[in-house]
Structures are given as C-alpha cells and as structure tokens.
C-alpha cells in the first residue's frame, strides 16, 4: 500500500505539498536538483521536507527522482520482458489486484450501451491525489470514470469523462467522489467495481492492462502480442487512450519500446510520477 496515502489520506495541506512537490521533480529531474531546491518548490525546509516526502512516498527524493530517468524506464521495461505471461501463469485475469486493494469490472450491457445513459445518472466530484486534483464518476453499479485535470481546466476534464454518457443525468455528489478517493488512494479495503463502456476489443485491451504488476512496465508491442494481436500495437495504443478509468485501469504502466515516457491522455510528467511511484513502492516490497 502506499506508504503516505495510508496515514495522510484526510491532510489536504499534505496531500497539495506532496502533490507539487512530485509535480516538480516530475518537470525537473533532469536537472538533478539538491535537496533545497526540492523543498523550496513545496515551500519547506530541506530537513521538514526530507522527513516529510520519505514517510509519503518511501523514498527519499533524490531516490524518486532516479526513478524518473529514461534509464530507469528501460531497465524496468527489460526487466519485464515476459510480464504478462507471468501474470498469466500467476491467475491475474479478469480482476486485477493493484497494491492492497482488488479491482472487479464488468462492461455495460449491449441495451445500456445503445441507450448512451439514458435512464442513468452519473454521480461526479473533485478529489485531491497525490498526481493532482483527480475526477471521479460513478453510476449505482461503481466507478465509471476517473481523471485528472486537463491543461483546458475543469470544465474540460468533466466534458471528457462525463460526456461518454451523453443521455445521462448528471449530479455533483462530493460524498460519493471522497468515497471512491479513500478506496484508490487513501488505504481503503473497500473492494471496487469499475463498470466500463467501451468496444469488445477496448475492454479486452483494458483488461490486458490491468494484469501488468504495480512497478512493470509494458511496451505496447507486448501488449499486443499479449492479445495474439502482435500487428496491432498502434490499435492498442488506441484502445490505451480511451481508458476511462485512469490509475486503477494502468495505462500508465504502458511505455514505447524505447524506454521513452510518451503518450499519456493526463500528461507524461503525471505519467511520470507515477511510475515513479510504483517503483519505488516495489524496490521497498523487495527490499
């Protein structure tokens, strides 16, 4: 589980401090910058700062900012040469299981997806995250979108998510959308059932996906190939970028073959840090 999630997840104060701090070496770790750079970008001093983002993310910055480089990207995609196999052989199909918590989902039936949402109401609501303010819809049966603000604003990212369910009825439900935050990042072991609209070969992409281990990565050559559509990588590319479900479905574990960190609907830093994230939650459950 992730280490600050867990003990910090109601800090707003903290969360909004983490968020910029890892936003920052997202855009500046090439630069190699010292631990008083670091800080001051959080508006700490280096000894607070240091305590503070170790407990968060459980490594120290200058370790998380190792975990940026394309180096590292290319060691991880080569370390997981045969991921997906393994996660075959290991039963991860279907439900996938992403840190401590289990991820069921189910698409929407043919009748509902020829309705467009007509008879459905959607349940929306901005969250903080640790990769920034974070989107959450939700229909009766679960989650059904989950993004992070565009470079557009606000607005934007609500018409991206809930504009997939056009006939729907729409309402802002903050109680709900804290609900689902503390299931995907705040340490909940509250199961969590995504429910996905998407075309047979979409979903089919998506569950590829979500078999792909927290801290791997996958090109997506692999993940096509994963699929016996080894021809078809520019398709799954594709089928990628309209995930709906972000985070908890793991686009972001998808990476070219080259190691380079490219092609993400939310932003390649927030990618970034992401990845950033999960290698170093996986070097300390190796450790």
Request: glycine residues 10%; proline residues 5%; charged residues 20%.
């Amino acid at each position: 589980m992730l280490v600050g999630m867990k003990t910090h997840c109601m800090d707003q104060a903290t969360y909004a401090r983490m968020e910029r701090a890892i936003e920052w070496l997202a855009a500046h770790y090439q630069d190699q910058p010292d631990l008083e750079t670091i800080a001051a970008s959080a508006g700490l001093s280096p000894h607070h700062f240091q305590r503070l983002f170790t407990r968060w993310v459980g490594v120290s910055p200058k370790k998380f900012a190792g975990y940026l480089t394309l180096c590292h990207a290319k060691q991880r995609l080569a370390a997981a040469e045969s991921v997906l196999d393994t996660a075959y052989d290991a039963g991860l199909s279907g439900p996938g299981r992403l840190h401590d918590l289990f991820v069921t989902h189910e698409a929407v039936t043919p009748g509902e997806w020829k309705r467009q949402g007509a008879g459905l109401t959607l349940r929306y609501g901005w969250q903080p995250s640790p990769f920034g303010a974070c989107l959450f819809v939700a229909t009766e049966r679960g989650l059904c979108g989950l993004g992070f603000e565009l470079p557009e604003g606000r607005a934007a990212t609500e018409e991206d998510l809930l504009g997939r369910w056009g006939e729907a009825q729409v309402v802002a439900d903050d109680t709900v959308a804290a609900d689902y935050a503390a299931r995907a990042f705040g340490g909940s072991k509250t199961p969590l059932h995504l429910v996905l609209k998407g075309t047979d070969f979409q979903t089919k992409v998506w569950e590829a996906l979500l078999r792909i281990p927290s801290g791997a990565v996958a090109s997506y050559q692999e993940l096509a190939a994963s699929l016996e559509r080894p021809e078809a990588a520019r398709a799954v590319a594709g089928a990628i970028a309209e995930n709906p479900v972000s985070w908890l479905i793991p686009c972001h574990r998808v990476i070219r073959g080259t190691g380079a960190i490219t092609g993400y609907r939310w932003g390649p830093q927030r990618k970034r840090a992401m990845l950033g994230w999960e290698a170093a939650e996986a070097d300390r459950a190796g450790a």
